[in-house]
């Protein structure tokens, strides 16, 4: 059966985000991820997952000023230096909050730039952050997004994720594979998720059109979570949508897509 994580920053957004935690357990979950946890101490958030008994699964690194449209600085070769504080500041976090794995947003390519410049900037950021995390235990994840959303984003399809990996080089860096970013720009979900199932260490979700629950458009997801189980997906999915009413009032799919 499929594990699921409450991502905070999309779901229960009815709360402030600290009292998030509560309303996920209250809501059945046990694990929950969420795309930045900065703005916050660790040990207040550390607090609140103990107290309502939820394990961190994911989050991301720093990426940049996100309010003023960043998505993300590992393609930036102004800002290598920046991006690395950011990889220091995300495990002293994830020493405290006790996840697992961090994703890393590459960003939108710089106007302007080199191509050439901009590959291997990424390629060195990558290699650099998969080896940090590594001495901590650590797994590090790159995420391909759809250029429908963010225009310009430098990762944005499975192959490309792949070949980053390949040119890194490092045992540690690995897939996130977002159902609703890929339908949008290449489909073909099961059979990318079945051939690369080794490289892809966390999946999210959305169905399509709309970014809503599961159910709501034109993904199957009955027959996805299906496919999962039974090619031996072990990791969690995260629910980065966008509820189409309340959290609560759309969390019924839970039950009517699992077979």
Known sequence: MPQFAANLTMLFTEHPFLERFEAARNAGF????????????????KALLDQHQLKLVLHNLPAGDWDAGDRGIACDPTRVAEFRAG?????????????????????????????????????????????????????????????FDIPGFYLHGTP??????????????????????????????????????????????ADNPGRNEPGTGEINYAFLFAFLDRIGYTGWIGCEYKPAASTEAGLGWRQQLIR
């Open 87 to 147: 990889v220091a500041q995300a495990i002293d976090y994830a020493q405290v909050l006790g996840v697992p794995q961090l994703n890393c947003l590459i960003g939108k390519v710089p106007a302007g730039a080199d191509p050439k410049q901009v590959d291997a900037t990424v390629v060195e950021n990558l290699r650099y952050a998969a080896a940090e995390l590594e001495k901590h235990g650590l797994r590090l994840l790159i995420e391909a997004i759809n250029t």
């Open 30 to 45: 046990d694990t929950v991820e969420f795309l930045f946890p900065y703005a916050w101490p660790a040990t207040e958030i």
């Open 160 to 205: 490309q994720a792949l070949k980053l990996i390949d040119q890194v080089g490092s045992d540690n860096l690995f897939v996130q594979y977002d159902i609703y970013h890929m339908q949008r720009m290449e489909g073909e979900l099961a059979a990318t998720l079945q051939q690369h199932l080794e490289k892809i260490a966390h999946i999210q979700l």
